[in-house]
Nanobody, 116 residues
Framework: QVQLVESGGGLVQAGGSLRLACAGS????????MAWFRQPPGKEREFVAQIVFSGGSTDYADAVKGRFTISRDNVKNMVWLQMNNLKPEDTAVYYC?????????WGQGTQVTVSS
């Protein structure tokens, strides 16, 4: 069982930055691939970024490449999403996600609102 708690969301102007944090607890957090997803208002949840359990490989959605950076610290059981040059279309609830084989876990989400 893995528990995930997100923080760091808020209201920011376009062009600004936010850093989301995901605190993980439970067994073998370091064995899980971690990701961020988001759900814009009225839309389905979508992939944003992922990082493998070792931290050695990352992947990003085209819409955020070059602006967002995912990172993790397996000693602290933390995952971050640094978001720069935010745009109004980045407005969404952001969710932390953990996956190992068929086992998946979600956090409760944190709201990010970008004003134009």
């Amino acid at each position: 069982q893995v528990q995930l708690v997100e923080s760091g969301g808020g209201l920011v102007q376009a062009g600004g930055s936010l850093r989301l944090a995901c605190a993980g607890s439970g067994r073998a957090f370091t064995h899980y691939n971690m990701a961020w997803f988001r759900q814009p208002p009225g839309k389905e949840r979508e992939f944003v970024a992922q990082i493998v359990f070792s931290g050695g490989s990352t992947d990003y959605a085209d819409a955020v490449k070059g602006r967002f950076t995912i990172s993790r610290d397996n000693v602290k059981n933390m995952v971050w999403l640094q978001m720069n040059n935010l745009k109004p279309e980045d407005t969404a609830v952001y969710y932390c996600h953990a996956r190992k084989f068929a086992n998946t876990y979600w956090g409760q989400g944190t709201q990010v609102t970008v004003s134009s």
